[in-house]
């Protein structure tokens, strides 16, 4: 019924850029917030930045990656600069939305697949 679709991950030296899309689909309603989250090997899965009511950004990337949302396209991004060995994990889309199915209406929580963010020194 829904599924997020990330795209932009891939392998940049220190100090390079990458931008990460997230394009949600299927019988949307609305969206109440969308995010990305990291996870490192051996590490928990981590927030990034997440734009709902408000914008939030780790205190690790802050200054650094900026997200941003098309409304219209049901899609978030994540431009980051600067990047840092640091940064290298699988990153998550997330998506806080309500949905329709059927003759009822779903409000739930629903993640990407992941993309592979490495970053090397």
């Known amino acids: 019924q829904v599924q997020l679709v990330e795209s932009g991950g891939g392998l940049v030296q220190a100090g390079e850029s990458l931008r990460l899309s997230c394009a949600a689909s299927?019988?949307?309603?609305?969206?109440?917030?969308m995010g990305w989250y990291r996870q490192a090997p051996g590490k928990q899965r981590e927030l990034v930045a997440t734009?709902?009511?408000?914008?939030n950004y780790a205190d690790s990337v802050k200054g650094r990656f900026t997200i941003s949302r098309d409304y219209a396209k049901n899609t978030v991004y994540l431009q980051m600069n600067s990047l840092k060995p640091e940064d290298t994990a699988v990153y998550y889309c997330?998506?806080?939305?309500?949905?329709?199915?059927?003759?009822?209406?779903?409000?739930?929580?629903?993640w990407g697949q992941g993309t592979q963010v490495t970053v090397s020194s």
């Open positions: 997330n998506a806080d939305l309500t949905y329709r199915s059927g003759t009822y209406d779903h409000r739930g929580d629903y």
């Open positions: 734009s709902g009511s408000r914008t």
């Open positions: 299927g019988s949307i309603l609305s969206i109440n917030a």
